[in-house]
């Protein structure tokens, strides 16, 4: 079975693997304080065919707004509350808005938050019966080999012990989730990119529980090995394995949306080539500016299937 199989299913609906969700008169999802009883998840989120996903609060509310603002001349029955409406405010965890046919919430820094996001998003839209889903992940990330602004798109997620699946633990067992996104939903995105003007790559992306020696930084609170132990390694990873570049979540994102059968993507701004450093040394504006741009790729994808472009 390719990776393309294993993310498809016919209408693009996520499938959940989870016979106890039978018995279970309301669902709480804790985190988002949100329930499928006293909510019209149907009504509310049948429509969506976008999740965008995010590490930050402040990053996602910023998309939010420019999505909102690149709609809402072009579609006039947009809510124009629509970009300050937190839908996930009652959970006090995490922020959510829906911009017609787009969901867009943060997840946090690595794999803990991230996981309890996609079991409560992945079911929230299983409920409303959400079809045609494309689950985005839209991230910073350290470039191997990529310089600062590059936009990084992952083929598979690796763990940190370079293994290309994610190892999900339950009850004292390891499970092994593909990671490998979907090739289809990559060429798309990567032409967007293309059309944008802006650099990309596309290869393979570790992810780790760490920022400093997970991902072979020196310049941690502890290293415990050389400078040239590190460069070897990031060779090695580039050459060896084409990874262009570390972040924190990829793997996870991608194995769960390859478990519920929805596509995925990883699309990640690198802040700096890690073959020359460590630290994130640029200023405010330019690391945002890179964001920015990639912001505008993901607004064009998203929003081209809704303007017919
Ligand atoms: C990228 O940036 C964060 C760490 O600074 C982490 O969430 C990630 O994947
Ligand atoms: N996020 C990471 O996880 N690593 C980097 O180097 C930059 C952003």
Redesign the pocket.
């Known amino acids: 079975m390719n990776n393309y199989e294993i993310a498809m299913n016919s209408e693009g609906s996520v499938q959940l693997q989870n016979e106890n969700l039978k018995n279970i008169d309301v669902d709480f999802l804790y985190h988002f304080g949100i329930d499928n009883k006293t909510t019209d998840l149907e009504k509310t989120f049948g429509d969506v065919n976008f999740v965008v996903m995010g590490g930050s609060e402040g990053r996602m509310e910023n998309f939010a707004k420019a999505l909102y603002n690149h709609l809402k001349d072009k579609l006039p029955n947009l809510d124009p509350k629509c970009a300050e409406t937190d839908l996930a405010k009652k959970g006090g965890r995490y922020v959510m808005f829906k911009i017609a046919n787009t969901l867009i919430l943060n997840h946090g820094m690595g794999f803990g938050s991230l996981s309890i996001a996609l079991h409560e998003i992945l079911k929230l839209l299983h409920y409303a019966k959400a079809k045609n889903l494309t689950f985005i992940r839209m991230g910073?990330?350290?470039g191997v080999g990529q310089e600062a602004g590059t936009i990084c798109i992952t083929k598979t997620g690796y763990t940190q012990l370079i293994e290309p699946y994610f190892p999900y633990a339950a009850c004292g067992k390891v499970i092994k989730l593909p990671s490998t996104a979907c090739d289809q939903t990559i060429k798309i995105f990567s032409e967007h990119v293309e059309r944008a003007g802006l650099t990309f790559a596309i290869g393979n992306t570790v992810s780790?529980d760490d920022?400093y020696e997970g991902?072979g930084r020196t310049d941690g609170a502890f290293c415990h090995y050389t400078s040239e132990q590190k460069l070897d390694w990031l060779r090695e990873l580039s050459t060896v394995h084409n990874v262009i570049n570390?972040?924190?979540e990829a793997c996870l994102f991608i194995a769960s949306c390859n478990r519920a059968k929805v596509k995925s993507l990883c699309a990640c701004a690198a802040?700096?080539n890690?073959l020359n450093g460590d630290q994130?040394t640029s200023t405010k504006e330019v690391l945002g500016g890179y964001v920015d741009k990639l912001m505008s790729v993901v607004i064009e994808f998203v929003s081209s299937p809704l303007l017919e472009i």
């Open positions: 910073t990330c350290g780790t920022f991902q570390f972040e924190m802040m700096l890690r994130i």
